[in-house]
């Protein structure tokens, strides 16, 4: 095979899976156009193109209805507006934004799709005040609309009762990477606290199965997560499946009697479908390689309103993303939508996982994708890439950046440094608040592992987006001495100005994770790259959007006039119709292949 260039990587089509309704059609997603449209694929397999709006979107079907909701931004600033799309409607398909009916439009705020019910919209909104996200239930024949929950805080997710009086929800705790867990009974009534704000646990995939039980992912009292039983009357948990060492994640059925689990082995996922009422054994369900489903990076499992069909978004190292289907009665699984097949003869590389001595004593887990074929000139270098978050992971899926770097020539190292998920609590919390420099400090573990990896260590660059790209810029910073070259991609330059500047909703999340600007000042500004700009003499290469709601434009143009002021190389390329990250294909082939160009310059030997 030959090696392929970054744009072939770039310009493949990505499908997801979003939704299935009972008769098997699958909503998925596809950014064949350039941004994520919605695509309706029937039983045998016949795409239909649903949506061209101008930017991307997502969606449900509703419930029994041949409508969907469709959830929509303007050009990246994330402030989500939801509209009807009728699938009956006499019009060509795709539509345009004529095509939709506005259902809840305000673009000074936004409103998150979190649930469909039979003529009934849930949605969380931080319209009262900017800061808080409500819950809210609006009936779709009427108009009318409940709210849920408008105490105070972040509704993340909304489970309702299969009678619709009760609710459970789902907020951001005030520790990092928790959440609580209030209950809503009847509605309209005061949420009731079912898990305490401050509690040091995850609380996911809620779900009820019966009037008075809840099964849910949680890491309750433990250091992986599981799936349980909460009984709502006694307050009693159970445990209903679990691996040792290994997190699991598990999405109950409507009906209450199947479960999807997904087992996260080191960042590869298996699947396995489990019988609750105990009439047939779990058993393995079958992905068609060795990949990822599921959260932190692709959308998670979806049932169809009666439990025989369930959706699934994969991915591998090699595919860049398909939409399969289950059959939850006979356990068979469709590809409904493949982007197998779409680089031919184009080499593709598959990454090994090692294990990083690191100074917690305990290995940071890196992925190791290979250069496919080398020049001679690049034969040697290394970037390392770090994952945003920090609560996420690195996982084995498609990334056309991390294909583009080896296919241009440089080994690419993929660590979960501490503060990643799926490796357990004590991982993922050890560089929460004050010990934020600890992960940073891991950067300089795996370049000193370079070497014995056949490694130039004078050749080794960093590259990361969002928190990665603050990873890149202390790195840049703090280990002036290691790195030759750095690419952010939407990141931080001040923990200080970042909190300050960032949206008033993300404000108080943010802080738990990296600390207060009342309590910690002297601490972020001591961990912020900015505050050692003085330090920073390898070249850099910025790239931003400037309607970025999370990380600001104005991170990356503070740096830039710094290093300018210090004749140090800094290239920033803007995007005005870009947010966090690069959401439009057109700009992705416009930035990439000019930061590769860049480190082939910079990484030469």
Not at 14 to 29: F, T, Y
Not at 80 to 97: I, K, N, T
Not at 527 to 543: G, K, N
Request: charged residues 20%.
């Amino acid at each position: 095979m030959v090696p392929g260039d970054i744009r072939d990587f770039l310009s493949a089509p990505v499908w997801r899976a979003l939704d299935v309704d009972d008769q098997g059609r699958v909503l998925a997603g596809c950014d064949a156009p350039g941004t994520f449209q919605l695509v309706e694929v029937d039983g045998d397999g016949s795409p239909t193109w649903l949506t061209d709006l101008p930017g991307g979107c997502s969606g449900r079907y509703l419930p029994g209805e041949r409508r969907v909701v469709v959830e929509h931004d303007q050009d990246g600033d994330e402030r989500s507006q939801l509209s009807l799309l009728d699938l009956d409607q006499p019009l060509p398909w795709p539509v345009g934004p004529a095509g939709l009916q506005p259902l809840v439009r305000d673009p000074r705020y936004l409103h998150l799709l979190v649930g469909v019910r039979a003529g009934q919209v849930v949605y969380a909104t931080n319209r009262r005040n900017g800061v808080d996200f409500d819950a809210v239930i609006r009936d779709l024949k009427t108009g009318a609309e409940r709210e849920l929950y408008s105490q105070g805080g972040m509704v993340e997710e909304v489970a309702l009762s299969p009678s619709g009086e009760r609710a459970i929800l789902s907020l951001v705790g005030k520790r990092p990477m928790s959440e609580q867990l209030l209950l809503v009974d009847p509605i309209g009534a005061l949420a009731r606290e079912l898990t305490e704000a401050d509690l040091p646990a995850q609380h996911l995939f809620a779900a009820f199965s019966g009037p008075t039980r809840l099964v849910l992912t949680t890491d309750r009292d433990r250091e992986h997560t599981v799936v349980a039983d909460l009984d709502l009357a006694s307050g009693t948990w159970r445990e209903l499946v679990s691996r040792p060492g290994l997190d699991v994640s598990g999405h109950l059925s409507p009906a209450s009697s199947r479960l999807l689990l997904r087992v996260n082995r080191g960042g590869r996922a298996e699947i396995e479908l489990h019988d609750l009422g105990g009439e047939r054994a779990p058993f393995p369900v079958a992905i068609p390689a060795a990949g990822w489903t599921g959260a932190p990076t692709l959308p998670s499992p979806v049932w169809a309103p009666s439990g025989r069909w369930a959706t699934i978004s994969f991915s591998s190292p090699t595919v860049p993303g398909d939409a399969l289907r289950l059959d939850a009665f006979t356990g068979a699984v469709t590809t409904v939508a493949s982007s197998q097949g779409t680089f031919g003869a184009i080499g593709l590389t598959e990454p090994t996982l090692h294990e990083v001595p690191s100074p917690a004593g305990r290995p940071i887990p890196c992925w190791v994708y290979a250069p496919t074929s080398p020049p001679a000139q690049l034969a040697g270098s290394a970037v390392v890439l770090a994952h945003g978050g920090p609560e996420s992971q690195s996982v084995a899926s498609f990334n056309p950046v991390i294909q583009g770097l080896a296919a241009a020539g440089h080994t690419v190292l993929v660590p979960n440094v501490r503060g990643s998920t799926g490796y357990g609590r004590s991982w993922y919390s050890a560089d929460d608040g004050r010990r934020r420099l600890d992960a940073v400090a891991d950067l300089e573990a795996i370049h000193g592992w370079l070497p014995g990896f056949g490694l130039d260590p004078c050749r080794a660059a960093l590259w990361g987006g969002s928190y990665g790209g603050y990873l890149v810029l202390a790195g840049l910073a703090f280990q002036p001495q290691l790195w030759a070259a750095g690419v952010d991609i939407v990141g931080i330059s001040s923990l200080v100005s970042f909190l300050r500047h960032t949206s008033g909703y993300r404000r108080a999340a943010r802080e738990r994770e990296y600390g207060s600007l009342e309590a910690d000042l002297d601490f972020l500004e001591r961990a912020s790259p900015l505050s050692r700009v003085d330090s920073i003499r390898a070249p850099l290469f910025m790239i931003h959007g400037a309607n970025d709601p999370r990380v600001p434009l104005s991170e990356a143009e503070q740096l830039a006039r710094r290093l300018a002021e210090r004749h140090v190389e800094c290239h920033l390329l803007v995007y005005p119709d870009e947010g966090h990250g690069l959401a439009r294909r057109r700009n992705r082939l416009d930035a990439y292949p000019r930061a590769l160009e860049f480190l082939a310059r910079h990484l030469s030997a």
